[in-house]
């Protein structure tokens, strides 16, 4: 900060701040001169008013605005009131992110960003003003002015702009760092890296990752410094390694990395030995399997001479595992494995790994299984992989299920007998199915189901994963309870107590007229409502006609209550049927009518026959007042060469009937008989 003192006007050269091998330099010069302050320095300049009008009488630079100006003139020229003062600086966010801006002010203080307003206190106080504003600044480079203004009394001003770094706040990521390079010594095997630095201001450093080529990189990094250079020795193994350098800011955003700077090592030593060697006999000879070695291209494997003790090399491949084709040889067998570079260079041998060829090892677990009861049987089916099950297969491998009852497999499991069985491949997942029909189970029995598999040696695998279901009855529902009935302008509405059977599926409801007899002929079902309270709408005209209506339970295995045991309840509809009959239309017009499932209104619909219909002009469309007994108006529709013509009633009410009367205005200006069409919008609750 360059503080500017109060002082008496008097007649001064300007002084000017000048940046200078990173020093701020105080320089001569006319006020009227030009005056450049190097980024991050603010500019600032001194007016004699408060509209920040005119020349400035003082121009400079300023590192930090913290002034304590009080009652006097804050720079020569300058009154001790109604003066003002503006810094500005350009300078690169980097990545830019949330920042906050810290103000203190006495009088009033703006602050702007691009031009854009942040900070607005502009008024005059006779105390400090304090306030923290946050911001989110673009990426890139970008201008601040601050003007503050003092119109009377003390004068002081304070202001910061901080980038805010909690990482429940900032989540913008550094920019990747730029311009890097890497050399590399072969003589003292260092590499060195270099980048040029981040413009962040909540940068807390950098961190350098090397992997080997053809490897991703690792998580942690190699190392983290604060420096824009790193040192390196890496292994001189003649493999190629690459470096990037990703910035990291204070609230841990890590940025891209940079792209991919390699060097390559000369290659001196041998790889390691491999690790883990395992033999075993199998189905087609003894498997032999090891760890990879990092930076080996090649492996070396090696049977021991049981009469010589020396060893002979059995193959050499680029893998980590073999098959060595001894067939069902369960005689021991010593082996040795190791591994080559690039270069050619051998590492040491394993350690020796003897087995006795004899197949202990159990297939892989069936996957996948799925249960699925039914009336008359359970149905069982589950996956394993192509390969090895393939040979295991032609090879007298076979599957077994088990069973047990309960909630667990237990050691007592039954090994089930399937009544049907069979295998499908599916080429894209390289896969069998198995399909498995048990019909040796109890009804209503809760069984736990696994599977295994077995090879031709007799080692079975683990069961496959279990799966626990309970099995079909024979009882049919019990009869449902508490049913009513309530007529409705759009139906008759049933509800009912839910069954507290814990298998139901659904529930059927369905309407029926007395019969002379005492019987009753079933006229069809009622549509489905909602399933808590259960509930069903028999959707009907309501024209104060009586009907039976009953409902019954159907489970989940297709068991329905007896017909002598369904609920039952006779109920009489409303009555709301206009003046004027419908289905009685004589013609030309006739009105036709229906119900829709959805709540949205249909449009209402009639049709024309003869040859009156052409010197129809128009249809004069009214509804059913029931409470005004009359016909209301609702509009007018020109005809159509449709056999079907429509009207739209989006206001017909949810939940009712409608009543529509429909006339043929003729071109004599006389009508036609009416049409009655009518329309049921129920409310499916």
């Not at 390691?272 to 033999?279: I, K, Q, V």
């Not at 570079?341 to 590492?347: F, L, W």
């Not at 009712?656 to 069409?677: K, M, N």
Request: proline fraction near 8%; hydrophobic fraction near 35%; charged fraction near 20%.
């Amino acid at each position: 900060m360059n503080p500017a003192r109060r002082t008496a006007p008097a007649a001064a050269t300007a002084i000017v701040l000048a940046t200078a091998g990173g020093l701020l330099t105080a320089v001569a010069a006319p006020a009227s001169a030009a005056t450049t302050c190097t980024s991050p320095v603010h500019k600032r300049q001194f007016f004699a008013n408060t509209t920040f009008s005119g020349t400035p009488r003082k121009t400079d630079c300023d590192s930090k605005i913290d002034e304590k100006w009080g009652t006097g003139a804050p720079a020569s020229g300058l009154p001790s009131n109604h003066f003002g003062v503006r810094w500005t600086v350009t300078r690169d966010f980097g990545s830019g992110g949330p920042f906050s801006f810290p103000v203190e002010s006495r009088d009033g203080i703006r602050v702007y960003v691009d031009g854009v307003r942040k900070v607005d206190l502009w008024k005059d106080v006779s105390t400090t003003v304090k306030k923290t504003v946050n911001v989110t600044i673009p990426s890139g480079k970008h201008t601040l002015r601050i003007d503050f203004v003092n119109w009377t009394g003390a004068a002081n001003v304070k202001f910061s702009y901080v980038p805010r770094t909690s990482s429940t706040v900032d989540k913008v990521k550094p920019r990747t760092p730029t311009g890097t390079t890497v050399t590399y010594d072969t003589a003292t095997g260092k590499a060195r890296i270099t980048w040029s630095k981040n413009k962040e201001m909540d940068l807390a450093g950098y961190r350098v990752h090397r992997r080997p080529k053809g490897s991703a990189f690792p998580a942690k990094p190699l190392a983290t410094t604060t420096s824009t250079s790193y040192t390196d020795t890496p292994p001189p193994t003649g493999q190629t390694y690459y470096y990037e350098i990703r910035a990291v800011d204070k609230a841990g955003n890590e940025s891209t990395g940079t792209a991919d700077q390699g060097v390559t090592t000369p290659d001196r030593t041998g790889p390691a030995a491999p690790t883990g060697l395992t033999a075993h006999g199998d189905l087609h000879g003894m498997v032999l399997g090891w760890n990879a070695v990092p930076d080996a291209v090649a492996y070396q494997l090696y049977e021991r001479d049981p009469a010589t003790g020396s060893y002979t090399l059995v193959k050499e491949l680029t893998g980590t595992s073999y098959t060595h084709p001894v067939g069902h040889d369960e005689t021991p067998h010593t082996y040795v494995v190791r591994a080559l570079d690039t270069a050619g260079n051998r590492g040491p041998y394993s350690a020796p790994v003897t087995s006795d060829g004899i197949d202990r090892t159990a297939p892989a677990a069936p996957v996948n299984l799925r249960v699925a009861p039914d009336r008359t049987r359970v149905l069982l089916t589950w996956n394993t992989p192509e390969h090895p099950a393939t040979d295991e297969l032609v090879n007298d491998a076979y599957f077994t299920v088990l069973r047990s009852k309960g909630t667990r497999l237990g050691a007592d499991a039954v090994r089930v007998r399937c009544a049907e069985e069979w295998q499908t491949f599916n080429p894209s997942r390289r896969e069998y199915s198995f399909v498995c029909y048990d019909e040796s189970w109890e009804l209503d029995t809760t069984y736990t189901y696994g599977v295994v598999f077995t090879d031709w040696r007799g080692n079975e695998s683990a069961p496959s994963h279990t799966v626990t279901v309970t099995t079909a009855d024979r009882v049919a529902p019990q009869p449902v309870t508490g049913l009513t009935a309530t007529p409705r302008a759009d139906g008759m509405l049933l509800r009912w107590n839910a069954s507290a059977e814990g298998d139901i599926a659904s529930y059927r409801a369905v309407r029926g007229a007395r019969q002379a007899d005492g019987s009753v002929k079933w006229l069809g079902t009622c549509t489905p409502g909602q399933d808590d309270p259960p509930a069903a709408l028999c959707i009907d005209v309501p024209d104060g006609e009586s009907y039976v209506y009953a409902v019954y339970a159907v489970d989940r295995w297709g068991n329905a209550t007896a017909t002598a045991d369904w609920a039952t309840v006779t109920a009489t509809e409303l009555d709301t049927t206009p003046a004027e009959p419908i289905g009685q239309d004589k013609g030309p017009l006739y009105g036709g009518g229906g119900w829709t499932a959805s709540e949205a209104a249909w449009p209402v619909q009639w049709h024309c026959s003869g040859a009156l219909c052409a010197s129809v002009t128009e249809y004069r469309v009214s509804r059913w007042n029931p409470g005004t007994r009359t016909y209301d108006l609702l509009g007018t529709v020109a005809p159509t060469s449709d056999y079907w013509q429509s009207y739209g009633d989006p206001a017909q009410p949810l939940g009712s009937v409608s009543y529509y009367r429909v006339v043929g205005v003729l071109a004599d200006g006389t009508e036609t008989a009416a049409a009655h069409p009518w329309r049921i919008r129920p409310d499916l609750v």
